[in-house]
């Protein structure tokens, strides 16, 4: 019995909390909870005003603020919903036992300067996406991220978005999730709730930091810190601490605005006639089903919102939904990270706040454009060490002989023992984008993800002045790098489905509409036409809030026109 058989999605499934908002523990989905009246079958009173395809950061933020809206909102959701974390389940090969860990269920096939490799991305899957897991860093893109600023030319000519047009949608953001830190000394001012004292050993890193010339600040995290709280750095928080998107957005959604979940569900197609999606098509364990809406928003993250185009080819689109540009999953880029141990000055205690720390001084460099440096919050315990040993192995040459992986057990005991209280620190660096990189549905099995890439010829060179200024600037710390090079990070895809106003170039307008299809959007971090320099979760979330405006706006009108002219047509539904 496959997945979808054992964990099937219901016509009229709800999920709800059975917490408070910030303390309680959840015992599992609670399905069907709704009253009749707010409950919908599958094509009951059809077609939902927004289908919202994943339920991550881009899907949850904007069916949240729709359904806030009044509108009637349909979630789909390839995953589970209510998945609980276990190491093992996580660490497991089976799909159906990594589903229940909301890991993502199966390999993907990843071409690396010509040499292919097949490897579990750290995706999430399940109602909430990748912040199930992903460590709560909600940093906003700097003002050169989206246009040219004195000095530093943007490589594409800048977003149709500036960052001042972006701006109140940052803060609508970080109100939404709840994040908290200090402004960064180098940057525009930003007024954040008060963070949680840091642990006494990370305290005594900013202080090291700024005796060094360096410019700290606190990281801006969405963590609750409720007591005794774990921070679930790339684990489930079981206790609604961490601001993840299935807490704060889908729960909400739901149990407040009448929304609807269906988990177990994965998109196959989007349905169309002439210039205009009518709805989706996706598979679920009874079989086929579909969905009719008058807005479709693809957000399935980045890897499969470009492949979802793809497979939604017509007679009259034969390379795929939306790419008359024929850009659709070009353009795909990840960030480069550079991880080092870094070994405090005196001992202090670690107990507290860990995820603390963050540095924009190696931001932009010589005209070059680099990235933030951020505490991970990981210690280099044997577990953390495990898991970067068993990263490396899938990406390197070793990964076929498969009986060896156990033994990196003995390695990971040795190295906590030799690297101590050492904590773990990353730099990430901005990728560019290039056409030849991109995402495709698998070939043998369209369901999968594969993946092409090309390293930039430029990215060795940066990566090597980023370790120039860290080993100028840290001079008087004991710290090792991790790994020989700066790594892909496989978590932090963004591209795709490139935004912009030319749609010979771009698949999507400014309204992250396609620009070939007249209601359809794209809003996860595929829509980034460039990387930025930090995490781009909260980027994905503000554009995400941006957009809702937009549509909400939309809808409205085509309600108030249908209104008046009573008998015509949905100008949204034809």
């Not at 034969?318 to 070009?330: D, E, K, Y």
């Not at 440096?373 to 899938?394: D, K, R």
């Not at 935004?499 to 396609?514: E, H, I, M, Y």
């Not at 309600?559 to 949204?572: E, F, I, N, V």
Request: aromatic share 8%.
């Amino acid at each position: 019995m496959d997945a979808f058989a054992k964990h099937r999605c219901g016509a009229e499934k709800n999920i709800l909390s059975t917490g408070s908002a910030d303390h309680g523990r959840e015992d599992g989905p609670v399905n069907d909870a709704m009253p009749p009246a707010r409950r919908q079958a599958d094509g009951a009173d059809a077609p939902w005003d927004a289908i919202i395809v994943g339920t991550g950061m881009g899907g949850a933020t904007i069916g949240h603020a729709l359904a806030a809206e009044g509108f009637r909102v349909l979630f789909l959701e390839k995953g589970l919903d209510g998945p609980r974390e276990d190491a093992d389940n996580a660490l497991s090969d089976v799909p159906d036992r990594r589903l229940g860990a909301g890991r993502w269920p199966d390999r993907i096939s990843v071409t690396i300067d010509g040499s292919r490799r097949e490897l579990f991305a750290p995706l999430g899957c399940g109602v909430g996406g990748s912040t199930l897991l992903f460590a709560g860093a909600l940093e906003r893109f700097e003002r050169c991220d989206f246009e040219s600023v004195p000095g530093l030319p943007h490589p594409g000519g800048g977003w149709p978005v500036g960052y001042d047009e972006l701006l109140p949608y940052y803060e609508r953001a970080e109100r939404l999730y709840r994040v908290t830190g200090t402004g960064d000394p180098l940057g525009d001012p930003i007024a954040l709730p008060a963070p949680a004292r840091a642990s006494a050993q990370d305290e005594l890193f900013i202080r090291d930091f700024r005796a060094a010339g360096l410019h700290p600040y606190r990281l801006h995290v969405g963590i609750g810190y409720a007591p005794r709280c774990a921070e679930c750095l790339g684990t489930i928080c079981a206790r609604s601490c961490k601001s993840d998107a299935r807490h704060l957005c889908i729960l909400p959604a739901v149990r407040d605005h009448g929304a609807t979940v269906r988990a177990g569900c994965e998109a196959i197609r989007v349905l169309t006639r002439g210039r205009r999606a009518i709805g989706v098509e996706y598979r679920e364990a009874n079989g086929i089903g579909r969905a009719h809406g008058r807005v479709v928003i693809l957000a399935a993250g980045t890897y499969r919102s470009a492949a979802l185009l793809l497979l939604s080819a017509t007679p009259k689109s034969p390379n795929g939904l939306a790419n008359r540009s024929g850009q659709v999953g070009r353009n795909l880029m990840f960030h480069h990270s550079d991880w080092f141990a870094l070994w405090p000055r005196r001992a202090a205690s670690t107990r507290g706040p860990r995820k603390t720390i963050g540095l924009r001084d190696f931001y932009t460099c010589d005209g070059l454009r680099l990235g933030m440096m951020q505490s991970t919050g990981l210690s280099a315990s044997y577990g953390n060490i495990l898991v970067f040993l068993y990263q490396w192995f899938e990406r390197s040459r070793w990964r076929r002989m498969r009986p060896l992986k156990p033994l990196l057990r003995v390695p990971a005991k040795i190295g906590s023992w030799w690297l101590g209280p050492a904590t773990i620190f990353t730099v990430i660096l901005e990728d560019p984008a290039a056409p030849e990189n991109q995402v495709l549905p698998g070939r043998s099995d369209p369901t999968r993800i594969e993946l092409h890439y090309q390293h930039p010829p430029e990215a060795a060179a940066r990566a090597r002045l980023v370790r120039r200024l860290l080993d100028s600037r840290l001079a008087g710390f004991r710290r090792m790098h991790l790994f020989g090079e700066a790594m892909l990070d496989l978590g932090h895809p963004t591209g795709g489905c490139r935004f912009g106003d030319d749609p010979a170039t771009s698949v999507l307008d400014r309204n992250c509409r396609t620009h070939d299809i007249d209601n359809l959007y794209v809003v996860d971090g595929s829509f980034m036409p460039s990387s930025g320099g930090a995490n781009p979760s909260l980027t994905i979330a503000a554009n995400a809030l941006r957009v809702g405006d937009v549509i909400a706006a939309r809808l409205r009108g085509a309600r108030t026109r249908q209104s008046a002219t009573k008998g015509a047509a949905d100008p949204l539904a034809s």
